[in-house]
C-alpha cells in the first residue's frame, strides 16, 4: 500500500461545476498538507498549504484536513476551463521538508 | 515572488554528451532540491541541498552530480546517461529543510536523452 492514496481521474466535469479532489495517508505522523497543480509539461503550482487539521480557503478553492480519518480534500468551487491540470497532494511530518506525494488526479473542466 | 527560474527549457542530449540544467532562486531560500518526475508520476526527490551542504541523495546514479555553487544556485552535471533517463527535471526551493516551509518549483527542464 502507497503511503499516499489518491485517484488517478480523470475527473471529468462541466464548467461551473464544484469539484471534489481527495487523498488518503496512512502515516499519522504527517503535519503539513499541500495541494499543487500542474498544467501539462509544466512545473507543480503550489495552490494550497495547512497545517494540521481543519480548512483554508482562498478565492475559489477551500482545503480540508481531517487527521482523525487520514483524509485531506481540495475544493474548487464555479471551476473553469482553466483549472483543466492534475492536481498533486502532498504532505510531510515535523522531522524534514521531504514531501511525500501522491499520484496526482487529471481533472478536465469541459466548457 | 516566489518563483524559481530553470535553464534550459528543454534539452536533448546524446548518450556520450556531457551537459548541466541549471537552477536559481532569489528568495533566500536555504534549501534547494532536484526532482526527476516522468509522465503521469509526481515528482521523485534525487537530490537536497541544505545551507549549500549535500544533505540527501536518494541512491541517484553517478551519471547525475548536482553542485551548489552558491545560496542561490543549483546544478544539475548530466554525463553518460541512458535513454530511460528522459524526464522532466524539477527544481525546487523552500527556507529551510525542516518547520513549516512551503518548497516551490520551477517549471523544469524537459531532458530527452537519444
Known amino acids: 500500500q502507497k503511503e499516499v492514496e489518491q485517484d488517478p481521474g480523470p475527473l471529468s466535469v462541466p464548467e461551473g461545476a464544484i469539484v471534489s479532489l481527495n487523498c488518503t495517508y496512512s502515516n499519522s505522523a504527517f503535519q503539513y498538507f499541500m495541494w499543487y497543480r500542474q498544467y501539462s509539461r509544466k512545473g507543480p503550482e503550489l495552490l494550497m498549504y495547512t497545517y494540521s487539521s481543519g480548512n483554508k480557503e482562498d478565492g475559489r478553492f477551500t482545503a480540508q484536513v481531517d487527521k482523525s480519518s487520514k483524509y485531506i480534500s481540495l475544493f474548487i468551487r464555479d471551476s473553469q476551463p482553466s483549472d483543466s491540470a492534475t492536481y498533486l497532494c502532498?504532505?510531510?511530518?515535523?522531522?524534514?521538508?521531504?514531501?511525500?506525494f501522491g499520484g496526482g488526479t487529471r481533472l478536465m473542466v469541459k466548457p | 515572488d516566489t518563483e524559481v527560474t530553470q535553464t534550459p527549457k528543454h534539452l536533448v542530449m546524446g548518450m556520450t554528451n556531457k551537459k548541466s540544467l541549471k537552477c536559481e532562486q532569489h528568495m533566500g531560500h536555504r534549501a534547494m532540491y532536484w526532482y526527476k518526475q516522468k509522465a503521469k508520476k509526481p515528482p521523485e526527490l534525487m537530490f537536497v541541498y541544505s545551507y549549500e551542504k549535500l544533505s540527501i541523495n536518494e541512491s541517484v546514479p553517478s551519471r547525475f552530480s548536482p553542485e551548489c555553487p552558491n545560496s542561490s544556485l543549483l546544478n544539475l552535471h548530466l554525463h553518460a546517461l541512458q535513454p530511460e533517463d528522459s524526464a522532466l527535471y524539477l527544481c525546487?526551493?523552500?527556507?529551510?529543510?525542516?518547520?513549516?516551509?512551503?518548497?516551490?518549483f520551477g517549471p523544469g527542464t524537459r531532458l530527452t536523452v537519444t
Open positions: 502532498a504532505m510531510r511530518d515535523n522531522a524534514g521538508n521531504m514531501l511525500t
Open positions: 525546487a526551493s523552500s527556507q529551510e529543510t525542516s518547520g513549516s516551509y512551503e518548497q516551490y
